[in-house]
């Protein structure tokens, strides 16, 4: 089969999934868990450390969350993932990588709250903690950090209880760094993260 086909096909299989998916009404006292997978892209200017200018590399790793539904339409979020490690080169010549781990705390808006449908919506804001650690190169040392973050994103329901989920954020995302205890700047990572994977719902 060419890969037209093998494309055609996976596009009536999901229209069919879709088609027969079990709408849903998100209330309040709603619980739900979320794992899955997302890309990490950090801003094209890393900043400079050094003198130098600093370059933190794209990954890839897993997700997780929970959150509940203090309403009809909103709720907290808490997610995190398993460390990231970026690979980290100082005016292009790398230096080896170092661990990155969000935690993050939103508070949820969902606009179809409360009505039944096939697609939940929601956007979010709220406050980004980053930890850093297993640093490569000798010496450095790179401070966890505090910022604000926003994220959209959306629940597809298969079931009353299972869901696709899907999501963008943006978290700003800045790290005092030093070197053999001497401050050498400020890493920008402000990262854009696209993830996706299921949520459970309670």
Do not use: C
Not at 138 to 149: K, R, Y
């Amino acid at each position: 089969m060419s890969k037209v086909t093998y494309l055609s096909a996976a596009i009536i299989a999901t229209t069919s999934l879709i088609a027969t998916q079990t709408a849903i009404a998100y209330q309040a006292g709603d619980i739900f868990v979320r794992g899955g997978v997302a890309q990490v892209e950090p801003s094209s200017d890393n900043g400079n450390l050094a003198g130098a200018e600093l370059d933190v590399s794209d990954e890839n790793g897993f997700t997780y969350g929970f959150g509940y539904l203090f309403t009809d339409k909103a709720g907290v979020e808490l997610n995190s993932s398993e460390p990231f490690e970026h690979d980290l080169s100082l005016g292009g010549n790398g230096i080896g990588s170092v661990d990155r781990t969000p935690v993050n705390l939103l508070a949820n808006y969902y606009p179809l709250g409360g009505t039944s449908g096939k697609v939940q919506p929601y956007v979010g804001v709220g406050v980004n903690y980053t930890t850093y650690s297993d640093e490569e190169l000798s010496g450095l040392d790179i401070d966890d950090s505090w910022g604000a973050m926003g994220q959209v994103g959306v629940d597809l329901a298969l079931t009353d209880y299972l869901l696709l989920n899907g999501s963008v954020s943006y978290a700003d995302v800045e790290a005092d760094a030093n070197l053999n205890g001497n401050g050498i700047g400020t890493a920008d990572v402000d990262p854009v993260t696209i993830g996706g994977g299921i949520t459970l719902r309670f």
